[in-house]
């Protein structure tokens, strides 16, 4: 049972245009949320997150947009760049786990990203 | 500078033949995890330490066993890998281990059984 979906593999943009990743999750205790970005060879790399008591969180070109009611995230780079060419993994966990929990983070299956020249 | 160091980087072994994947921090974290990431499939928690707490999530199969002799140091042991357990291994620590702390990833090591 897949908690975290991603269900797009794969996404192209020009560059300058915006790109928008979707992910959804299922289980309704989650509320804390993150995008982490992933290169080749190269282990995945935190981006942006959001905790369930916002909606909307930006960080220059990335904003995270979270709708708790349809268990929706999104995230847009506006404007793409050539460099934004990664696979983009959303993941979600518990913000005051501890005990077992950890910060254990559920990942979706990831977008791979290409933006064009 | 790297935070988070895996070695190998590239490991080939053959079925059945117990292997060790090695995973070091330099960031003084106290959460350190073990991630299994298949071809096209979303990374997936296998354990985690909390200093010396160890915790095994509840589908990690008994084959996978994991070792921290010191706070820098982690280890994977799979006792008799199989065809199925081919994948990226990917090491990642945290500060405290709440959900919102970052994890810091390694570059991951990439297993092949024969």
């Known amino acids: 049972d897949q908690q975290v979906k991603q269900n797009s593999p794969s996404l192209s943009v020009q560059e300058g245009r915006i790109s928008i990743l979707n992910c959804d999750y299922t289980?309704?205790?989650?509320?804390?949320f993150l995008w982490y970005k992933k290169y080749p060879a190269e282990g995945p790399t935190f981006l942006i997150s959001?905790?369930?008591?916002?909606d909307k969180n930006e960080d220059g070109r990335f904003t995270v947009f979270l709708n708790k009611s349809a268990k929706h995230l999104s995230l847009h780079i506006v404007p793409s760049q050539p460099g934004d060419s990664a696979v983009y993994f959303c993941?979600?966990?518990?913000?005051?786990?501890?005990?077992?929990?950890?910060?254990?983070?559920?990942f979706g299956q990831g977008t791979i990203l290409t933006v064009h020249p | 500078d790297a935070m988070v160091i895996q070695n190998p980087r590239y490991q080939v072994t053959q079925f059945g033949k117990p292997v060790t994947l090695s995973c070091s921090q330099t960031?003084?974290?106290?959460?350190m995890y073990w991630y299994q990431q298949k071809s096209s499939q979303a990374p997936k928690l296998l354990f985690h330490?909390?200093?010396?707490?160890?915790?095994n999530e509840a589908d990690t199969p008994d084959n996978f066993q994991s070792r921290r002799p010191n706070t820098s140091f982690c280890f994977l042991d799979i006792r008799s890998p199989g065809l199925g357990d081919a994948a990226m291994y990917l090491c990642?620590?945290?500060?405290?281990?709440?959900?919102?702390?970052?994890?810091?990833f390694g570059p991951g090591t990439r297993l092949t059984v024969l």
């Open positions: 993941a979600a966990t518990y913000s005051n786990a501890g005990g077992t929990s950890y910060g254990k983070l559920t």
């Open positions: 330490y909390y200093d010396k707490d160890f915790n």
């Open positions: 289980n309704s205790m989650f509320d804390y």
């Open positions: 960031l003084n974290h106290n959460v």
């Open positions: 990642a620590t945290s500060r405290h281990g709440q959900g919102a702390d970052t994890q810091y």
């Open positions: 959001i905790s369930s008591i916002k």
